[in-house]
């Protein structure tokens, strides 16, 4: 087996590789982008290499840095994770001739498999049924046209060196055909450098179906069963599962048989997908589903196929890349129980699926366990960038049947919660609980038929916004404490009387008076409104307090308040007054400025920690420090906490 293991790729996938390698006793290398200095894979593995700049031309694609850090780290070897080189057959070239060894497919297997028309007649060859069209090498206009027209409307225009639903176009009509042929070709040429297409018949109810394969270096071959990806937005899998819904005898009997056919065709080593897509119009049918490509890598959502058969995949990629073996052959290999991958995206379903950026200030996931995973390459406070794939996490769940898998992919979404960024988890949360996706009817065209309902944004309830307005004047559910009074008794023995508190939604604000009752429970009265609402600490909902903000988890939505800052709103009061007051109660973490210290506009005086948050409080103008309150000093509101001496000034 390898001493040492270089992953040549980042995020999740790069610490899920780590964690086997550890437990197999591998030493592991991990590269890293400047964006990435401080990232979770780097801080995993046992040693890490620089290779440049944070765009991935200049790091993660960098075949030659990647090569130099495993020789000089004296790895023995390179797992290229998925993306990135992990399906260029001159890097595993590269990788070969520095005497290191590729944890994947030969070269030859990948050259083989990565254009889609030659992978097609590759296929076709071997006996492999194939998606019907037209998958030759001429690419004119007239008989593109010709073909599509021979094929029957609708077809699909697709990039032959597509990857990540891209480079792709349905075609309906045969006015269309031409304007549809060169935005394929635009889009593919830019992705791929390469604007060559094949046309496809556009499959009926189409389903996702593929099938995990392993191949060694002896000959054998095995599969692990199948998963469905036919949740799908603009052709990316969104939430994937194992074993596939409705998945028949003949009809599984007869697509493994065909993918164990096809990695054998090719003499195929490592871990593969062969993706088949179905004509679901009429149920599973043994001969209603055809060959579409191979993925000569690791899959994004193999997570579901360990689930469902307990095998790790990448001990077995390590393993067979090793020269041993297949662990287990075909008769080993079972498959137990259902199991859903969901993969958590900064992104904005209600503004089009908008990637986004931002800091991840607060980060909670569900428990890990034999039956639940979170394979995520981040943790709280780490920023997603604008550089690469802006995936958060993916939860991964087992259950006895679908229904209940299913159930604890609902509540494992709604447990989640992350502020800083918008996720896509209220879309996934709504998807996991539209009645077809649950019933199991699914197809490519779901999502979109869905559109508008799984991607609305739901408003937050009354609950949601007394409790944002609860924790925005500092108080609220402690979510760690045992005591679900304590966070109360300060409040409440500085502020017997009502507090006004506002927050921001979107372009209104919601202002309301708090109060604390002698009972220890609080009246939120919304302003304008005659009364009040009591509620006690146990009744407000979850929330996290991040700077400037506050969201409130419910219902897998994550409902994002921003809260004016009083300290800057007090800074600027106060800028005549020559001192600063607290404008809340709070602790005097650290002090930075003395007595009779000369201070520049800007300079940080102290640091206040209150609402859960430090607060820094700078020199409002340039000024001699007159008093500043002593450290560890707690404090109410409206307590000076700096005096300049005006007269020095
Ligand atoms: P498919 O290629 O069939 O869509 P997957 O769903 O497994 O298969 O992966 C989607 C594609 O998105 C991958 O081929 C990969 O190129 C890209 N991708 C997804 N996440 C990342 C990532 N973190 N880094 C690099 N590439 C990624
Ligand atoms: P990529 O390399 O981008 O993953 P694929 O060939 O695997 O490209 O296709 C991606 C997705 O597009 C499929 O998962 C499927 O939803 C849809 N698709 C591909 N081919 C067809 C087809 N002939 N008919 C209907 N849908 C298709
Ligand atoms: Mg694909």
């Known amino acids: 087996m390898f001493k040492k293991v270089l992953i040549a790729n980042r995020g999740e996938i790069a610490c899920r590789v780590i964690r086997t390698a550890r437990r197999m006793g591998i030493a592991t290398v991990a590269v890293f982008s400047d964006a990435d200095r401080r990232a979770l894979h780097v801080e995993m593995a046992d040693e890490a290499v620089h290779i440049g700049p944070s765009p991935v031309g200049e790091s993660y694609l960098r075949d030659d840095r990647i090569i130099a850090a495993a020789i000089n780290s004296r790895a023995d070897a390179v797992h290229p994770g998925y993306g990135f080189l992990s399906e260029n057959p001159d890097f595993v070239d590269q990788v070969t001739a520095a005497g290191l060894v590729f944890v994947g497919p030969s070269a030859a297997s990948i050259r083989a498999m990565g254009l889609k028309d030659a992978a097609k007649r590759l296929m076709e060859r071997a006996g492999v049924p194939v998606v019907p069209g037209y998958h030759g090498e001429a690419q004119e206009l007239v008989l593109l046209a010709g073909k599509a027209r021979e094929i029957g ?23 269309d055909f031409a304007e549809a042929l060169s935005a394929a070709r635009r889009e593919a040429k830019a992705a791929f450098g390469d604007d060559r297409v094949l046309v ?10 593929e099938v995990q394969v392993f191949g060694d270096n002896l000959g054998n071959a095995v599969h692990l069963f199948e ?102 052959m075909q008769d080993e290999i079972t498959l137990t129980g259902h199991a859903f991958e969901a993969r958590i995206y900064a992104e904005d379903a209600t503004r089009g699926f908008l990637p986004a950026t931002g800091t991840l200030h607060h980060l909670k996931f569900p428990e890990s366990g034999p039956t639940l995973r979170v394979e995520t390459g981040v943790r709280a406070g780490d920023a997603i960038s604008p550089f690469y794939d802006p995936m958060i996490a993916k939860l991964v769940v087992h259950g006895p049947d679908r229904k209940a898998a299913l159930d604890a992919l609902g509540l494992a979404l709604e447990t989640t919660e992350i502020a800083g960024s918008v996720t896509n988890i209220a879309f996934l949360a709504a998807l996991a609980r539209d009645q077809d996706f649950a019933a199991g009817d699914v197809d490519t065209g779901l999502i979109g038929r869905r559109q508008e309902q799984l991607a609305a944004a739901p408003s937050p309830s009354s609950k949601a916004v007394t409790t944002a307005i609860l924790a925005a004047s500092g108080i609220g559910a402690e979510p760690a404490g045992d005591d679900p009074w304590s966070s109360l008794s300060g409040y409440a023995h500085f502020h017997p009387v009502e507090r006004r508190t506002s927050v921001r939604t979107g372009d209104s604000e919601i202002v309301a008076m708090v109060s604390a009752r002698p009972d220890g429970r609080h009246t939120v009265r919304l302003d304008g409104a005659p009364n009040g609402h009591v509620v006690s600490p146990d009744e407000t909902g979850r929330f996290a307090l991040w700077p400037g903000h506050v969201t409130v988890f419910s219902e897998g939505a994550a409902f994002d308040f921003a809260v004016p800052d009083p300290f800057a709103k007090a800074a600027e009061a106060e800028l005549s007054i020559g001192s600063m007051r607290a404008p809340m109660p709070g602790l005097v973490k650290i002090v930075r400025a003395a007595k009779g210290e000369a201070v520049v506009k800007g300079q940080p005086l102290l640091i206040l920690e209150a609402m859960k948050m430090e607060h820094t409080i700078a020199a409002p103008h340039d000024g001699v420090v007159a008093e500043i309150v002593a450290e560890g000093a707690q404090i109410t509101e409206g307590t000076v906490l700096v005096t300049f001496d005006e007269s020095a000034g």
């Open 227 to 328: 998963r469905d990806c036919s949740a799908q937005r603009r052709h990316q899998k969104v939430i994937e599962e194992a074993p596939a819904p409705g998945m028949t005898v003949e009809m599984r009997t007869a697509m493994t048989e065909a993918a164990v056919k096809a990695t054998k065709a090719i003499g195929y080593s490592g871990a593969g997908t062969i993706e088949f897509i179905a004509d679901a119009s009429e149920g599973p049918r043994p001969d209603r589903f055809w060959f579409m490509e191979m993925n000569t890598r690791l899959q994004v959502e193999h997570p579901v196929t360990e689930m469902v058969t307990g095998v790790d995949l990448v001990e077995w990629q390590l393993r067979v890349a090793a020269g041993e073996k297949l662990p287990k």
């Open 153 to 175: 409307y609708p077809v699909l225009i697709k990039a032959r060196a597509g990857g990540g639903g891209k480079g792709m176009r349905k075609v309906e009509l045969a006015d």
């Open 200 to 209: 496809e018949k556009y499959v009926d109810r189409p389903r996702h179906i």
